[in-house]
């Protein structure tokens, strides 16, 4: 099992550049997750999928974020435009069930430098 | 939804001695609640959970125990090491899972 798959993970970039972050969930679960992590804020749940539909994006920070999930297997987060505060660590988490009962894994993240 | 509080926010203890995080959550619907283990630069990696129907669990030196009527949940480390040197992150769940803000336990040697 090779665990949830992250790309890249270093990122950075110049603030007003397209930012996208990979995600491959472990094969077979059908929840997806992604978070941000900050010092000031810890780790945030910004929008999790199941089979592929998001449910709850509210944790999205404004319209410049969006998140896809085209297939079982792959997961993209966009950031257009990217803005310095946007500098974080984002996770990837797979499970096989929602949160109430079924342990999340992560990925090793993304370290994002927006400059 | 929900809220989850942890403290404290940093915790040092000499090598040998027992360590305990307390978290309280605010929905009393939340019934899963998992603790992570995270070490600088790497990935948040569970090392126990407990479910709404059970008071306490353990795991080798880890245990964790719930008391649902007063919405709070500890993690205990029995005869720490340095390398449970960590941040340490609770959460609750309902339908989506909350963290709370992370536990920094130094452990001295």
């Known amino acids: 099992d090779a665990g949830v798959i992250q790309s890249p993970r270093h990122e950075v970039t110049e603030m007003g550049q397209e930012v996208t972050l990979r995600c491959k969930p472990i094969?077979?679960?059908?929840?997806l997750f992604w978070y941000r992590q900050t010092m000031m804020r810890g780790l945030e749940l910004l929008i999790y999928?199941?089979?592929?539909?998001?449910?709850?994006d509210s944790g999205m920070p404004e319209d410049r974020f969006s998140a896809k999930m085209p297939n079982a297997s792959f997961s993209t987060l966009k950031i257009q435009p990217s803005e310095p505060r946007d500098s974080a660590v984002y996770f990837c988490?797979?499970?096989?069930?929602?949160?109430?009962?079924?342990?999340?894994?992560f990925g090793d993240g993304t370290r994002l430098s927006i400059l | 939804g929900e809220n989850v509080e942890q403290h404290p926010s940093t915790l040092s203890v000499q090598e040998g001695d027992s360590a305990v995080i307390k978290c309280t959550y605010s929905d009393s619907a939340s019934n899963y609640f998992p603790w992570y283990k995270q070490e600088l630069g790497k990935r948040p990696q569970l090392i126990i959970d407990i479910r709404s129907n059970v008071g306490e669990k353990k795991d080798q030196r880890i245990a964790v125990t719930l008391n649902k009527t007063a919405k709070h949940f500890s993690l205990h480390i029995t005869e720490t090491q340095p390398e449970d040197s960590a941040v340490y992150f609770c959460?609750?769940?309902?339908?989506?899972?909350?963290f709370g803000k992370g536990t920094l336990l130094t452990v001295n040697p």
């Open positions: 094969s077979g679960h059908d929840y």
């Open positions: 999928f199941n089979n592929n539909v998001p449910i709850d």
């Open positions: 988490a797979s499970s096989l069930g929602t949160g109430s009962n079924q342990p999340q894994h």
């Open positions: 959460g609750g769940s309902n339908y989506k899972l909350t």
